[in-house]
């Protein structure tokens, strides 16, 4: 049984002082009822997450009380690929035909106040410093980059692309586009990485309803249909966030094996796909999923990046609403962003940012600590 994706809500993402997270939340989930033409108590069930604005299944006491099963789901940056998953997941297998799915949040300022012990670490890797994030992604990066021969110049490409493509983006954080040149020259936060290649953490909501394809022209002449998606975890010798040590053999991490899954999944290969959205907490990590994803070999991004061909114009446009980096990334909503932003291209409706030549097939990718890939094929 296939799955359609029939209505989708956002909140812009940024800072909302006048609203909680969980408000922002209902703000999403009332547009992506809107979208589809339901009301809240046509929803069967409903699965979500949120980090740090309170638990996501509180919804229920913004939009009424009709005794749906919501479950909370808490995967890290992958929690919204994971939501969808499950709704994905619970459709097929023929027990709902209407479910939502929603994440949202609402960061404080600053980094993340990460506990080495609820990643099942000892508190020696946060007295290393390696609990900081922006260290651990300057350390992959820099790895990456002294074996396959990607500049800083390819790392300040990726952020120029996030910040002209969150200028087309009316719900983006950061709308002002930024140059190169003043990327490379911004504060060094940790070599190689500047301060304008890091996405910050945010405030936002996303909302999708999904059910049975067979069903979707109930709601909308536009359905987008998911036509595979897949979930891994780390194996030993992977390279991950908040792991505790590195194998003396390396091998590819989750997001590989989590690819090949989907693409064998939806019978399409990385040569298919028209847009992709690709998790870019830092530039290093768009470069690395790049390749990881399936969508060139690694160190063919430099070429790629210099070239523009991952422009909203160019031959696979990569991050079209802004990405992370542009649209800063509130946990529970970011991974269904990227849904949304590949939902609107292949309707034909995301405005200035609409990628051209009419796309058929989008890819998403999501990746959480400590190594959990979250991946998605839509089709129009």
């Not at 709704?87 to 799915?101: H, N, Q, R, T, W």
């Not at 040149?181 to 945010?202: A, G, H, Q, R, W």
């Amino acid at each position: 049984m296939d799955v359609a994706i029939v209505g989708v809500g956002i909140h812009p993402f940024g800072r909302t002082p006048e609203r909680s997270g969980l408000q922002q939340g209902a703000y999403a989930a009332r547009a992506a009822l809107k979208d589809a033409g339901v009301a809240w108590s046509d929803v069967q069930f409903a699965y979500g997450g949120s980090f740090s604005a309170g638990s996501a299944d509180a919804l229920v006491n913004e939009l009424g009380l009709t005794g749906l099963p919501f479950t909370n789901v808490a995967n890290g940056c992958a929690t919204g690929g994971s939501s969808l998953m499950s709704a994905y997941s619970a459709i097929k297998s023929g027990e709902f035909d209407l479910g939502m799915v929603v994440g949202f949040d609402k960061h404080d300022r600053g980094a993340f106040n990460a506990d080495p012990k609820s990643m099942g670490i000892g508190g020696w890797y946060g007295e290393a410093g390696l609990m900081l994030t922006t260290q651990f992604f300057a350390m992959k990066i820099t790895k990456y980059m002294a074996d396959y021969g990607v500049s800083k110049r390819a790392l300040a490409k990726v952020s120029e692309k996030a910040f002209q493509n969150g200028a087309l983006n009316p719900n983006a954080w950061r709308q002002t586009p930024i140059g190169e040149e003043e990327i490379l020259n911004s504060m060094m936060v940790n070599d190689p990485l500047t301060k304008y290649m890091f996405c910050s953490p945010s405030e936002g909501g996303i909302a999708l309803l999904v059910c049975r394809a067979d069903q979707a022209s109930k709601y909308t002449d536009k359905p987008v249909i998911i036509k595979g998606a897949a979930l891994r975890s780390r194996r030993y010798g992977s390279f991950e966030v908040f792991a505790p040590s590195q194998a003396l053999e390396h091998i590819a991490g989750p997001t590989v094996d989590a690819s090949k899954a989907v693409f064998e999944m939806a019978g399409v290969g990385p040569g298919d796909i028209d847009v992709a959205q690709l998790q870019d907490t830092e530039a290093g990590a768009e470069i690395m999923h790049m390749s990881e994803n399936g969508f060139c070999e690694n160190g063919e991004q430099e070429h790629m990046l210099l070239n523009g061909e991952t422009t909203i114009n160019g031959r696979l446009p990569v991050n079209t609403d802004g990405g992370c980096i542009a649209n800063g990334e509130p946990i529970g909503a970011s991974g269904l962003r990227q849904i949304y932003e590949n939902v609107v291209q292949l309707r034909g409706e995301a405005g200035a940012r609409q990628v051209p030549d009419d796309p058929k097939l989008a890819y998403s990718h999501v990746y959480g600590a400590p190594g959990i890939s979250a991946v998605t094929i839509l089709q129009r």
